[in-house]
């Protein structure tokens, strides 16, 4: 009875949360999307660059919750767990809609006067912007803790088990699909980072199949004194640096040769 009761709780909890989900999903699109489509605030690259396919992600949820209203958890995410994937090109893209949007925001007064003010409505419930463009990136996996959990206090000999079981390996592999995307995203723009830090290099960094794997600093024991050398560890690849000049203080300001 006790198990009953939790699992009760957390189907509430994942039709609850798909409903504000749903609701700042929606809270994106009609505040900030469609004004600044109207009002070419924004040239459209920065927008598409930005908001990524979020009004795919909003038709695709609408249509989950119909299905969690009217079926059980399982059957709904097994219905549209493959249509979930769409979310791997929204987080492969949130780092650079982030860049974009601080970017924009410096640039144009004109856009940030009008962000600032959508940001204070009332009805954007004390939200910024980027806290509502992160929403999607999280979801699917905390979709997946509340179906692991829903999946653990169900009873084995109840035929919702084997529905919320598959649908929790569908899920996870949509999950893995995302963290993927995020992680090849991550990686190079590492390398990027790392090629544009380099002076003198002939080399290219970036090349088909290479991975970035760590990078540290080591102080070269000399006669006169200990000096600062950097290396950068690929999969294929091991660059052992020297600051660029005698003046260097980072990285980010001379680089390295």
């Known amino acids: 009875m006790q198990s009953r009761t939790k699992r009760d709780r957390i189907v509430q909890e994942i ?21 600044l489509r109207e009002s070419n605030l924004l040239p459209a690259p920065a927008r598409a660059a930005i908001f990524s396919n979020i009004e795919a992600i909003l038709a695709v949820d609408r249509e989950l919750l119909d299905c969690l209203v009217e ?12 249509f979930l994937r769409l979310y791997s090109l929204y987080a492969n893209n949130f780092q650079r809609a982030n860049e974009v949007l601080t970017d924009c925001t410096k640039k144009s007064s004109d856009f940030a006067r009008f962000r600032a003010e959508q940001e204070s409505r009332p009805d954007c419930c004390a939200l910024g912007l980027p806290s509502l463009l992160i929403m ?26 084997i529905k919320l079981r598959s649908a929790c390996r569908q899920i996870g592999q949509v999950t893995t699909h995302i963290n993927e995307h995020i ?27 290479r991975k970035f794997i760590r990078e540290g600093r080591l102080m070269k024991v000399c006669k006169r004194k200990s000096k600062e050398r950097m290396c950068f560890l690929f999969s294929d690849l091991f660059i052992y640096a020297r600051p660029e000049n005698a003046g260097w203080d980072g990285v980010g300001k001379n680089g390295w040769r």
């Not at 999607?136 to 088990?161: A, G, I, N, S, Y």
């Open 183 to 209: 992680r090849t995203h991550d990686n190079f723009r590492q390398m990027l980072r790392i090629q544009n830090s380099l002076v003198g290099m002939g080399a290219e960094i970036l090349a088909p199949g």
């Open 71 to 82: 079926q059980s958890p399982g059957e709904a995410f097994l219905r549209l767990a493959p």
């Open 136 to 161: 999607p990136v999280q979801r699917v996996p905390r979709c997946k803790l509340l179906l692991d959990d829903l999946l653990k206090h169900t009873p084995q000999d109840d035929p919702e088990w």
């Open 15 to 35: 039709l609850d949360t798909q409903v504000a989900y749903i609701d700042n999903l929606e809270r994106i699109i009609r505040l900030f999307l469609v004004p």
